[in-house]
């Protein structure tokens, strides 16, 4: 694809040649061809996009709105989105592609020969009836501007939520790296915290299940955790312990982080229905989710 963009930029066979090499022995590309990374793939999209959208700029020069006019021009939209949505790293080439797109259709706002060359629009009717219109300037002008955006605007968007939607799909169940997102992102997954919120109101009430996070903490955040483990009866130092459940501050998120919010006066640890929300100035207590144990004050 190097040879061919240096081709396309009307430069000589042995520039696009020597490109061509450059690319062949550059080390970094070697090594990237030998391991898992993302980046092969990453400069193959961001070379695809600047090459397709040379072939469509040389096809706008002598048949615009063509079949192969509409295909390098839907190709560059496509490739620019597969460039984004495999790393972010793809955006450089995608506003790159913008701004070139922009200049050419500032210059081709003011084009005066639009008007005498025109553009044919074949119209496809049943696939039998072909019809030929002449369009004005102003139309032309407009229909030029509209493929534009639709092909590297729209269809860009789409199908990076398109990647999203497929890939939220198709992996909709709870895996080992749950805890770097979020705990909505969590309990929209199936098991895991599914099973937890599931059937939990919005609003906190009594018998919801919660985490409690300090934000404060250093050097990092932690939430209120608790475990079957319990502090031994006497350190090796000979002080006494309570010999109760282990409460400490974890600082991942865990099942063992999930406590029930409890009105002391009730034995109840479900959501009662309607469900009564959690006011302020209300007294409760907090019973480990997994143990039912009491925390202590």
């Not at 219109?133 to 955006?149: D, K, N």
Request: aromatic share 10%.
């Amino acid at each position: 694809m190097a040879y061919q963009i240096v081709l396309e930029l009307h430069f000589s066979h042995c520039a696009a040649m020597g490109a061509a090499l450059l690319m062949l022995i550059e080390n970094a590309l070697i090594t990237q061809s030998r391991l898992m990374l993302l980046e092969s793939v990453l400069i193959f999209f961001n070379l695809l996009a600047v090459l397709s959208y040379l072939k469509f700029f040389n096809c706008q020069k002598h048949s615009p709105f063509s079949l192969s006019w509409w295909f390098w021009l839907t190709l560059t939209g496509v490739a620019c989105s597969c460039a984004v949505g495999i790393k972010y790293m793809g955006v450089f080439t995608y506003v790159l592609v913008l701004g070139v797109a922009a200049v050419h259709a500032w210059h081709l706002i003011g084009d005066q020969t639009l008007s005498n060359v025109g553009a044919d629009v074949q119209c496809c009717m049943r696939a039998a009836c072909m019809v030929q219109m002449r369009m004005s300037q102003g139309v032309c002008v407009f229909c030029h501007l509209l493929a534009r955006a639709v092909a590297l605007l729209v269809i860009p968007v789409v199908l990076y939520l398109l990647f999203f939607y497929v890939h939220l799909i198709l992996l909709f169940r709870s895996g080992p790296h749950d805890q770097i997102m979020s705990s909505a992102f969590q309990a929209s997954l199936e098991g895991g915290l599914a099973r937890i919120t599931q059937g939990q109101p919005l609003e906190v009430a009594f018998g919801s299940q919660v985490t409690l996070r300090n934000v404060f903490g250093k050097p990092v955040p932690c939430w209120l955790h608790s475990h079957q483990d319990t502090y031994p009866m006497i350190y090796e130092n000979g002080r006494g312990s309570s010999h109760q459940q282990q409460v400490t501050c974890y600082p991942f998120k865990d099942v063992n982080n999930w406590w029930i919010v409890k009105d002391p006066r009730r034995h109840q640890l479900v959501v009662s229905s309607p469900p009564r929300p959690v006011r302020h100035g209300d007294m409760v207590q907090l019973v480990h989710g997994l143990t039912t144990r009491s925390l202590n004050t």
